[in-house]
């Protein structure tokens, strides 16, 4: 791990945490405790990134690294030297308040969907050249979760399968 940078552990539900990390080119990086992480790297030219950096507040107690925490995010200890707007953290710690949490969640989640209704279109038209139709949306959803590494679950198989029913039959009321 980088000393210039800290990383703040971010919760994400396991489905979503393995998505988000098969999208990032980060490298794989080791925490003091030897438990290996990827971090998304928070630079401040992005709208996200400013988003990020100008919600992080002051740590009043060290932030413990946890081992059952899905994703983190790294921040340059230096990011509020040249940003009026940044708490600069070489002396102190950050911390991201739960409300930017809920919203980064809600991202990560739209664009999960985003891609998934994208791989079901091009999944089920690649199917149907084969001329098979039976079973192709069930195939499409089991080849979406193997290869973004979810979990084999039951219960988000539903939810997918409903998502995307209700996908397709909105998506020929709307204009866009």
Not at 5 to 22: C, G, M, W
Not at 52 to 78: C, D, G, M, W
């Amino acid at each position: 791990m980088n000393a210039h940078n800290q990383l703040l552990p971010f919760p994400l539900p396991p489905y979503l945490s393995r998505f988000v990390a098969s999208k990032l080119n980060s490298p794989i990086q080791t925490l003091s405790n030897g438990i290996n992480v990827k971090a998304l790297h928070v630079r401040g030219k992005s709208r996200f990134g400013k988003m990020i950096l100008r919600n992080l507040k002051q740590a009043n107690i060290p932030v413990k690294k946890e081992v059952n925490t899905t994703l983190y995010i790294s921040v340059s200890s230096y990011s509020g030297s040249n940003n009026a707007g940044v708490l600069c953290g070489e002396n102190t710690e950050y911390v991201m308040p739960v409300d930017i949490m809920k919203d980064i969640v809600e991202i990560f989640e739209q664009y999960y969907y985003d891609c998934f209704y994208e791989y079901m279109e091009g999944s089920i038209s690649a199917f149907a050249e084969t001329g098979k139709q039976k079973g192709i949306i069930h195939k499409s959803i089991n080849s979406f979760m193997h290869r973004y590494g979810t979990p084999d679950n039951p219960e988000l198989f539903e939810r997918l399968r409903k998502r995307y029913q209700r996908h397709r039959k909105n998506k020929s009321k709307t204009l866009f």
